[in-house]
């Protein structure tokens, strides 16, 4: 069931295709009264969509993160090489950003739900590759297979991030939000901390078959979702094309500063994004700890991401316009938690795991803030290609920088070196964004 609230209809001029007439945002009047947020119970509760969405989500990334672990691990036994693990990473970034031009519009201009359910699809079929790889001489097949999942997540998560204000009300939204960003958290922690496990008692084969199993879970869930039926009208087909349709994406983007501080978010943080070279680094070679140790530290990463979001409101109080001391402050941990990170080579394991909560603790807040002003201050009609273009830009940041690090390891430039490295561009780049958005509004208001 679809909350609708008194929220304004807007249609898609342009479309195709009948799809659901979904409701748009509130104008900043609606959200005058912000501690009326829904609680997580009640949310969990009454909406029967949200349920089923949670859900998908939250084996989707349990699966996401046993196949990382065991695709780390699999690449540093048969190459030893941290340049070598730092290329899975890339192929896990990098079609993000050269598949803005068709994801976006495609998210805006089709069913979100059926372009969620097709991209599990693809996934579950693709990661059944994983199982050829034997040596050295297949590691081909490990990357392609790794750039189509990654293709078919570059549709999925624009789709879930767009579809939020879709099947929850304004007053859920922060709710929502704060429990699909630590889903992703919770996942990580699980995920990789049994992916390492499962890997190490039963063999990686079970761990990707396993992933494939998660995707067809995804789909079924995703499948019970309601979404309201409303068809709309239809333009001729000549008057729409994919390209035509991500260029009237960016011109809305080109025209809302504010809109651009908030998809900057994300590339600010992956723009030292390449730091995560050093967990699986740190994990088997500087702890030799193997796939355990890899999983211990992603897992560390996973409950950082779990609490960030539920810090969001205590932090910020009711007025939005706190969120940007709050997002500093995101990027002030993320530092700290580098440095002791970069620190513990000299003292334990245990130690790197509890700095990397710390860490990503910060990356948590940021990433879910940034969600929710995107959902709030974006049209219904733009949303799927700004988040797009959000996640594209940020995946770009993140394949660069990733392929810095992978080329300074392969140097011989220290891990705690480049742990730092990372901590310094995140400090620089909080105190920036701070300084460029003192005089933007983060509230929503009408456009």
Request: glycine share 10%; no cysteine; charged share 10%.
């Amino acid at each position: 069931m679809r909350y609708n609230l008194g929220l304004m209809k807007i249609e898609f001029s342009g479309s195709n295709e009948a799809r659901h007439n979904e409701p748009s945002l509130a104008t900043r009047a609606d959200y005058d009264v912000l501690d009326s947020n829904a609680s997580y119970p009640e949310l969990l509760r009454k909406n029967r969509n949200f349920r089923y969405f949670w859900g998908a989500q939250l084996v989707s990334a349990a699966g996401d993160w046993f196949n990382n672990v065991a695709l780390l691990g699999m690449v540093l036994q048969l190459t030893g090489s941290g340049f070598a693990s730092g290329m899975v990473l890339l192929t896990t970034s990098l079609p993000y950003f050269l598949l803005i031009p068709i994801t976006g519009p495609i998210v805006d201009q089709f069913s979100r739900k059926k372009v969620m359910m097709l991209a599990n699809l693809v996934g579950a079929l693709t990661a059944l590759s994983f199982l050829l790889v034997r040596d050295s001489n297949m590691l081909w097949l490990l990357y392609a297979g790794n750039i189509f999942l990654v293709s078919a997540a570059a549709f999925f998560n624009p789709a879930s991030s767009a579809i939020v204000p879709n099947i929850v009300s304004k007053r859920e939204l922060y709710p929502a939000n704060a429990l699909t960003g630590a889903t992703w958290g919770v996942m990580v922690m699980v995920g990789s901390g049994l992916g390492g496990l499962v890997s190490v008692l039963f063999g990686r084969d079970i761990v990707f078959i396993l992933n494939s199993l998660t995707f067809l879970l995804g789909i079924f869930l995703i499948w019970r979702i309601k979404m309201p039926v409303q068809t709309l009208a239809k333009a001729p087909a000549a008057q729409y094309s994919t390209w035509s349709t991500f260029i009237a994406g960016l011109a809305y983007l080109g025209k809302h500063h504010r809109v651009i501080s908030l998809v900057a978010l994300k590339s600010g943080w992956t723009t030292a994004g390449g730091v995560l070279v050093l967990l699986s680094v740190f994990g088997d070679q500087i702890f030799k700890a193997g796939d355990a140790g890899i999983g211990l530290l992603y897992a560390g990463r996973g409950l950082g991401a779990l609490l960030g979001p539920f810090l969001i409101k205590p932090l910020s109080g009711i007025d939005k316009s706190d969120l940007r001391g709050v997002i500093v402050l995101g990027f002030v941990f993320q530092a700290g938690g580098y440095i002791i990170f970069a620190v513990s080579a000299g003292i334990g394991l245990w130690l790197a795991f509890l700095a990397l909560i710390v860490a990503h603790l910060g990356g948590g807040i940021n990433w879910t803030a940034s969600a929710i002003l995107l959902q709030e201050v974006v049209p219904d009609q733009y949303r799927g290609r700004v988040f797009a273009i959000d996640l594209g830009f940020s995946s770009l940041m993140l394949a660069l920088s990733t392929l810095a690090w992978s080329v300074a390891l392969e140097a011989g430039v220290s891990p705690v070196w480049l742990a730092l490295a990372g901590a310094f561009v995140w400090l620089a780049f909080g105190l920036s964004w701070k300084f460029w958005t003192r005089n933007l509004s983060l509230k929503p208001e009408e456009e």
